[in-house]
């Protein structure tokens, strides 16, 4: 049997995006201080209570658990909707009279979308406030979805996934940074962990939602289901999401948006083709071209006073230390879900629902580790929890270069729940020291800066997986890959994400500490 094309294993990116911030609140007792707004607008804060901007109701906050479940309520929404459609796409290509592979197109134009606007995201929010760009979003989003169930053709198709990958772009990075404007510090931890509850279970409820769908309905209610939740999903940002503006610094960088938005998508398909056999002109052509554009955006980016990806916020440690660790760790997380499934259905002769059924351990796992990690934080502090927590993930996911048909399927279960529990608890931890030393004038780049690096580096786990799986099949000679390959393919990625060691290392031992409790 022929691998499948990665295109169809696109959704899991953004399936993959779930696993960021998520802990249990802290104790009561550590000291703590508010997150600092991002308008200048918005008094110091001396009580440990939050500040309300000028203008804002003098009503009392909303509990930050319910604006977590707000914000993680339109995540689930785009993740479902990225899950459940590739599950769609064989009956699609059927009714738009194309070939399945054809459908391809479908995938990746979302993916070009957000590779252009999210860096985008921060300023404007920025400029327009955080509710207003998040609920925006959110309807941009919703439309997308209606024009998409309307879609006559695939050509209709591609320009309204375009539409709803402009949507997706500013919720996922605007989304998270209304969330750090409206917590208290000493919340921050807690709320994050609440954002996991449904923003987890869109990856879940998408392939047996689809698959219900498409079997009993028509193709179309894949989109329409998106409908219901983006109106409630509006209503609630506008009664309980306070408006925040951050500093104008000046023009808009259009053209730094041309430059980052034609080297990053140029990078994501490059390295997306290089896993295709007989695309390999292709690919390193696209690389090129990434590569080119993004040395002129570099360039560029010194010379402009506000570029769109700040580049200067790798001078921060704790922010430069969490984007290298975590993108070296994301290339474990983004090849997983592309290799385990196709090993277990193609070596293990699984059904496609039995293994989902067994990989959905790993998002079980993560869900545990929402009763732990601020436990484990405040006991270790962030760099020796990230250090040993990060070598035990990562060879964790190695065993599965050794899993065999007649390994128990208990077993293999257990140790994906483990696998599950411990990166959730890395990129939970990364994605909160990363703030530790920014200032509120730099959030909302931090924000955007750093969601674009996941989306690259969780395309790339995706792509080196494929390429090692090739190229194991390429040396041993032979067309169909066997178990041997899957095995390199997981020792190979994970021996990458084994680097990131280094760079968990040269955290600062307070790393965080107000935010943990941790005493060094």
């Given amino acids: 049997m022929a691998i499948a094309s990665v295109e169809d294993y696109i959704p899991l990116i953004q399936a993959n995006s779930a696993y960021y911030l998520r802990l249990p609140p802290l104790d009561p007792t550590v000291p703590s201080r508010a997150i600092p707004a991002m308008s200048d607008q918005t008094c110091q804060v001396a009580t440990g209570q939050p500040s309300a901007p000028i203008g804002a109701t003098q009503n009392p906050a909303p509990n930050f658990r319910l604006i977590a479940l707000i914000i993680a309520s339109a995540m689930f929404m785009e993740q479902l909707d990225a899950t459940v459609l590739a599950t769609a796409l064989p009956t699609m290509a059927r009714d738009f009279g194309v070939s399945p592979p054809s459908m391809s197109i479908a995938l990746t134009s979302y993916l070009l979308s957000l590779a252009i606007f999210i860096p985008a995201s921060g300023r404007v929010a ?5 509710r207003t760009v998040f609920r925006t979003a959110i309807a941009v989003f919703t439309l997308g979805s209606i024009l998409c169930a309307q879609a006559p053709n695939l050509t209709f198709l591609v320009v309204a996934r375009l539409i709803q990958g402009l949507g997706g772009a500013m919720m996922m990075p605007v989304g998270r940074l209304v969330l750090m404007r409206s917590v208290q510090r000493k919340d921050f931890v807690a ?8 923003a987890l279970i869109g990856p879940i409820l998408g392939p047996p939602v689809g698959g219900l769908i498409v079997t009993y309905l028509d193709w179309r209610w894949i989109f329409y289901i998106n409908v219901p939740i983006g109106i409630l999903g509006f209503i609630l940002v506008s009664i309980y999401i306070e408006e925040f503006k ?7 960088d259009t053209f730094g948006l041309f430059l980052s938005g034609v080297s990053l998508g140029s990078l994501l398909f490059g390295f997306e083709m290089s896993s295709r056999s007989g695309e390999a002109g292709t690919s390193i052509l696209l690389i090129a071209i990434g590569l080119v554009f993004g040395a002129a955006y570099l360039r560029h980016a010194r010379n402009h ?11 921060v440690p704790s922010f430069k230390e969490s984007v290298m660790a975590g993108s070296l760790t994301r290339i474990t997380q983004g090849a997983q879900p ?15 629902a039995s293994a989902g059924g067994i990989v959905v351990a790993t998002a079980l796992g993560s869900m545990l580790m929402k009763a732990t990690a601020g436990k484990i934080l405040r006991r270790y502090g962030f760099r020796n929890s990230l250090t040993v927590i990060g ?12 899993f065999r048909p007649d390994w128990p399927i208990w077993l293999i279960f257990t140790i994906l729940f483990f696998c599950g ?22 959030m909302s780049s931090a924000t955007s800066f750093y969601t674009t690096f996941q989306q690259l580096m969780l395309s790339l786990g995706i792509c080196v997986g494929a390429l090692a799986l090739n190229t194991s099949m390429l040396v041993q000679d032979h067309t169909d890959p066997k178990l041997g390959d899957f095995s390199v393919a997981f020792l190979v990625v994970t021996a990458i994400s084994l680097t990131a060691t280094i760079w968990n290392r040269r955290f600062s031992p307070n790393a965080g500490s107000d935010i943990s409790g941790h005493q060094a």
């Fill in 126 to 130: 920025d400029r327009f406030g955080s």
């Fill in 191 to 198: 709320a994050m962990s609440w954002l996991l509850v449904p």
């Fill in 246 to 252: 951050g500093e104008s610094k000046g023009k808009f």
């Fill in 305 to 315: 006073p506000s570029p769109i990806l700040d580049f200067s916020l790798m001078r």
């Fill in 338 to 352: 592309f290799l385990l499934p196709l090993m277990l259905q193609l070596q293990f002769g699984l059904s496609a």
């Fill in 391 to 402: 070598w035990i993930s990562t060879l964790g996911y190695a065993l599965c270069a050794f």
């Fill in 421 to 442: 529990f411990f990166m959730s608890f890395q990129f939970t931890a990364y994605n909160i020291v990363a703030y530790d030393q920014i200032d509120r004038e730099r």
